[in-house]
T-cell receptor
Framework: AQKVTQTQTSISVMEKTTVTMDCVYE???????LFWYKQTASGEIVFLIR??????ENATVGHYSLNFQKPKSSIGLIITATQIEDSAVYFC????????????FGSGTQLTVMP | EAAVTQSPRSKVAVTGGKVTLSCHQT?????MYWYRQDTGHGLRLIHY???????EKGDIPDGYKASRPSQENFSLILELASLSQTAVYFC????????????FGKGTRLTVV
């Protein structure tokens, strides 16, 4: 069965620093997709970045990048040069390419960026 | 920009009453979803649909029904609302069932009293 685990409940960092949020997943499928979403204080959920399991290169979008360690079933989100507006809850999610194609979410990590 | 619109944005319902949450998307997406979020938790899938007039059960379908009368519209129905169904509900849509991102509405805060 699919499972996504985020063990960090909350993280606080100073502005302009780099933060890494952890995520591990479980799947029996050989092909899958990993996503990170951000939920703002208003509750809005926004897609940030995706990693395809068959790609070795880590995805990068703006100041977001991923640390994909397939043997460890791990997909960390790295935010560089953090800004106050990066304060939000970050969700890791996974979708298998066969069988159940549900988007399964982790429980989220609350990031607070301090001035 | 893909758009998923939910209505109402918040609602207070009475225990035992019927509640209908509506969702409309202008993305021309085939796949639509209803998720539930409880305070401090991730999202859990209630129902989903990949074609009009057909719906499928997700992980937590008990107590909920869904209706997809057209590609654009997807409703979530609570026939007999209960206190345990107090939560925030998100509708979402996607182009495919794989690598494409899922677009979320802004959520409906439902309080059952």
């Amino acid at each position: 069965a699919q499972k996504v685990t985020q063990t960090q409940t909350s993280i606080s960092v100073m502005e302009k620093t780099t933060v890494t949020m952890d995520c591990v997943y479980e799947t029996q499928d050989s092909s899958y997709f990993l996503f990170w979403y951000k939920q703002t204080a208003s509750g809005e959920i926004v897609f940030l970045i995706r990693q395809d399991s068959y790609k070795k290169e880590n995805a990068t979008v703006g100041h977001y990048s991923l640390n994909f360690q397939k043997p460890k079933s791990s997909i960390g989100l790295i935010i560089t040069a953090t800004q106050i507006e990066d304060s939000a809850v970050y969700f890791c999610a996974m979708r298998e390419s066969s069988g159940s194609w549900q988007l399964i979410f982790g429980s989220g990590t609350q990031l607070t960026v301090m001035p | 920009e893909a758009a998923v619109t939910q209505s109402p944005r918040s609602k207070v319902a009475v225990t035992g009453g019927k509640v209908t949450l509506s969702c409309h998307q202008t993305n021309n997406h085939d796949y639509m979803y209803w998720y539930r979020q409880d305070t401090g938790h991730g999202l859990r899938l209630i129902h989903y649909s990949y074609v009009a007039d057909s719906t499928e059960k997700g992980d937590i379908p008990d107590g909920y029904k869904a209706s997809r009368p057209s590609q654009e519209n997807f409703s979530l129905i609570l026939e007999l609302a209960s206190l345990s169904q107090t939560a925030v509900y998100f509708c979402a849509s996607s182009q495919d069932r794989g690598r494409e991102e899922v677009f979320f509405g802004k959520g409906t805060r439902l309080t059952v009293v």
